[in-house]
């Protein structure tokens, strides 16, 4: 096994020189083009930290909790793990991740974590959404990940959910549509105020008057096929920018019933990029993909910033669908998502 002795002997430098550098604490200290020839040469040998000397040497464990009440329950959640586990492990970090179901079960995990010496968490949610930390999570680092802490405090971030909207409804407008509806939710959430609003914003900017008849917040399955049904009698959109994907199958339904072909006669964006509605769907849905692997990613970095207090200049991004916010973003950090053009939008 490679050790820093080694490493040393061969870029010219001292053994504690090779440690401020693979420790990550370097910055002021060692000059940069030092740190570059030990990391590469760290590399070349296939230097492996031992992450228990470390713990024992720095008392810390480099161990990051991800805690979810959701993550067994949701579609979403692999990537978001996906995308704070890469983060950590390019960070020399290790994640575990625990579910919860709130109350007692919750405080029991956390403790579990702080027993296996957790420096910091990240605690998700999978729907955007306002949110209280738990108290006994209040002396660690936090990062919050795809919600808002009620107090503004926390580092968080977050799709950017009236970006979504304006994108989605200004391709709808750019494809030609005249009267297009926004098919929302009718439960009081972040997403919905910002998807709303950026319906509303685009719409004006296009010139279209907005017509709160062409909005219809909807829930319950059986009441929302109605009402989306009632909508088109009433209002014959050619357009509709929907919540989500599953309520995209509603427009897809009434349209079918009607003898409209989506894709031709109607046009249809909805948001998740869910595996389930967007690919099965015909023609495939044109969808806002959102970043949960990039929120994830981004979560896991930051909270390694606070932990280390470093604003982590040398660290290297990945490529993803998504741009990533910096660092230091005003919280909550947004992520602009991406449209994914597929076959459900006409172009006249």
Same mark, same amino acid.
């Given at each position: 096994?490679?050790?820093?002795?080694?490493?040393? /002997? /061969?870029?010219?430098?001292?053994?504690?020189?090779?440690?401020?550098?693979?420790?990550h604490?370097d910055?002021?200290?060692?000059?940069a083009?030092v740190?570059?020839r %030990?990391r *590469?040469?760290a590399?070349? =040998?296939?230097y @492996?930290?031992?992450?228990?000397?470390?713990?024992?040497r720095?008392?810390?464990?480099?161990?990051l909790?991800f805690i979810?009440?959701?993550?067994?329950t949701?579609?979403?959640?692999?990537?978001?793990?996906l995308?704070?586990q890469?983060?950590?492990?390019? =960070?020399?970090?290790?994640l575990?991740?625990?579910?919860?179901d709130g109350?007692?079960?919750?405080? +029991?995990?956390? *403790?579990? #974590?702080?027993?296996y010496?957790?420096?910091?968490?990240l605690?998700? *949610?999978m729907?955007?959404?306002?949110?209280?930390?738990?108290?006994?999570l209040?002396?660690?680092p %936090?990062v919050?990940? +795809?919600?808002?802490?009620?107090?503004? &405090?926390?580092?968080?971030?977050?799709?950017?959910?009236?970006s979504?909207?304006?994108?989605?409804?200004?391709? =709808?407008?750019?494809?030609?549509?005249?009267?297009?509806a926004?098919i929302g939710?009718s439960?009081?959430?972040i997403?919905?105020?910002?998807? #709303?609003?950026?319906?509303?914003? &685009?719409?004006?900017?296009a010139?279209?008057?907005?017509?709160?008849? =062409?909005? %219809?917040?909807?829930?319950?399955p059986k009441?929302?096929?109605?009402?989306v049904?009632?909508m088109?009698?009433? *209002?014959?959109?050619?357009?509709f920018?929907?919540?989500?994907d599953?309520?995209?199958?509603?427009?897809?339904e009434?349209?079918?019933?009607?003898?409209?072909?989506?894709?031709?006669?109607?046009?249809?964006v909805?948001?998740?990029?869910?595996?389930?509605?967007?690919?099965?769907?015909?023609?495939?849905?044109t969808?806002?993909?959102l970043?949960?692997?990039?929120?994830?990613?981004w979560?896991?970095? @930051?909270?390694?910033?606070?932990i280390?207090?470093r604003?982590?200049?040398?660290?290297?991004?990945?490529?993803?669908?998504?741009?990533?916010?910096?660092?230091?973003?005003?919280?909550?950090?947004?992520?602009?998502c991406?449209?994914?053009?597929?076959g459900?939008?006409?172009?006249?």
């Amino acid at each position: 096994m490679t050790t820093m002795k080694e490493i040393a /002997q /061969q870029t010219g430098v001292s053994v504690s020189t090779v440690s401020l550098v693979m420790n990550h604490h370097d910055e002021g200290r060692v000059k940069a083009e030092v740190a570059s020839r %030990v990391r *590469e040469t760290a590399r070349r =040998l296939g230097y @492996k930290v031992n992450p228990m000397a470390r713990s024992l040497r720095t008392n810390s464990t480099r161990i990051l909790g991800f805690i979810s009440d959701e993550v067994a329950t949701t579609p979403y959640a692999g990537g978001m793990i996906l995308g704070a586990q890469s983060a950590a492990s390019q =960070l020399g970090y290790m994640l575990i991740t625990v579910s919860t179901d709130g109350g007692m079960k919750e405080d +029991d995990e956390i *403790e579990a #974590l702080k027993r296996y010496g957790a420096d910091g968490f990240l605690y998700a *949610e999978m729907s955007n959404r306002v949110t209280d930390v738990p108290e006994k999570l209040r002396d660690y680092p %936090v990062v919050l990940t +795809d919600a808002t802490d009620r107090n503004g &405090a926390i580092p968080s971030v977050e799709p950017d959910e009236f970006s979504i909207a304006y994108d989605a409804t200004t391709h =709808l407008v750019q494809a030609g549509c005249r009267r297009i509806a926004y098919i929302g939710c009718s439960r009081p959430m972040i997403a919905q105020d910002g998807r #709303l609003a950026g319906y509303r914003a &685009a719409m004006e900017e296009a010139g279209k008057r907005y017509d709160e008849n =062409l909005v %219809v917040n909807v829930l319950e399955p059986k009441s929302a096929l109605q009402a989306v049904s009632d909508m088109f009698d009433r *209002e014959q959109p050619d357009g509709f920018f929907c919540f989500n994907d599953a309520r995209a199958w509603y427009v897809y339904e009434c349209a079918a019933r009607r003898g409209l072909t989506i894709g031709k006669d109607i046009s249809v964006v909805g948001v998740d990029n869910h595996r389930v509605f967007a690919e099965t769907l015909y023609p495939q849905l044109t969808t806002v993909e959102l970043p949960h692997f990039e929120m994830g990613f981004w979560a896991a970095a @930051k909270l390694v910033s606070i932990i280390e207090d470093r604003p982590l200049d040398d660290f290297v991004w990945p490529k993803t669908t998504a741009p990533m916010p910096p660092i230091d973003a005003p919280i909550p950090a947004k992520i602009h998502c991406t449209l994914l053009e597929k076959g459900s939008v006409a172009r006249r």
